[in-house]
């Protein structure tokens, strides 16, 4: 590793580039270890929702919650059940008609319609890409509730797309029911963790999910002022911490 990081630092200084990398595991002692003494500044920019598995979960998702939050997710499943929730679980190609429903779950400010555009989405389905698959929330008359665009690569189970009929929240509560079912299913397929990407974060940290910081890091080389990449290193962590203070906690 070390020896490719002084070629790629070598390549930057001939262009007069400073180097970027972004997007790493916070866990990743030893990377950032090389970085840091390669002369690397690092700083927190995002944050992933990461859940390791115990054999538990392949029965029960709750087991290691604290007792307040234990009960209460498990009251919701409860009255899931009750009425009549059930999971299935597609192949992507099947869920096209639902595309509109994965759409659903996407932010979007002022109206925009252009993240995830659904001819994008189609196609993306329509691949049936291995490792990928769909997991609904179906109420008794077989409408759809909840879908859940999911993959697993490597020993590691993505939570990656999802959206919900928010008229059918209640009686069903059919994010909650795909939460649990995907833990499950992840545990039941010998994996090691579920990862749930960043925002939002509050129904990720009630299922147990940590904040695990996804790291920057910048050599600044060629820069005037290497200052000023550690002034806007802090800033944007303290950005992201300002925005999201239950990660902080």
């Not at 390669?38 to 538990?56: E, F």
């Not at 555009?117 to 329509?126: D, H, N, W, Y």
């Not at 992201?240 to 906690?249: D, K, M, Q």
Request: aromatic share 8%.
């Amino acid at each position: 590793m070390i020896e490719a990081l002084e070629v790629h630092l070598g390549l930057c200084r001939d262009s007069g580039a400073m180097s970027f990398l972004f997007g790493i595991d916070g866990r990743d002692r030893l990377l950032l270890g090389d970085l840091a003494g390669a002369g690397y500044r690092l700083g927190r920019l995002q944050t992933n929702m990461v859940l390791r598995l115990a054999p538990h979960h392949a029965v029960d998702p709750t087991a290691s919650l604290k007792r307040k939050e234990r009960a209460e997710r498990r009251r919701i499943m409860r009255r899931a059940s009750e009425t009549g929730l059930t999971l299935q679980i597609i192949k992507p190609s099947q869920a096209l008609p639902l595309a509109e429903l994965v759409r659903s779950g996407v932010p979007r400010l002022d109206g925009q319609n252009d993240i995830l555009p659904l001819a994008f989405l189609r196609g993306l389905l329509k691949a049936d890409l291995p490792g990928m698959e769909v997991l609904l929330a179906a109420t008794p008359n077989d409408t759809v509730a909840a879908i859940a665009l999911n993959f697993i690569w490597r020993d590691t189970y993505y939570l990656w797309l999802g959206g919900n009929r928010k008229d059918l929240a209640k009686p069903f509560y059919p994010s909650d029911f795909l939460y649990q079912h995907a833990i499950m299913r992840a545990a039941n397929l010998g994996l090691q963790e579920v990862q749930a990407g960043r925002s939002p974060y509050a129904i990720k940290l009630a299922y147990g999910f940590g904040a695990i910081p996804i790291i920057c890091a910048i050599h600044p080389l060629t820069a005037t002022n290497p200052t000023t990449v550690d002034a806007w290193l802090v800033s944007q962590t303290a950005r992201h911490l300002a925005t999201y203070p239950e990660i902080s906690v």
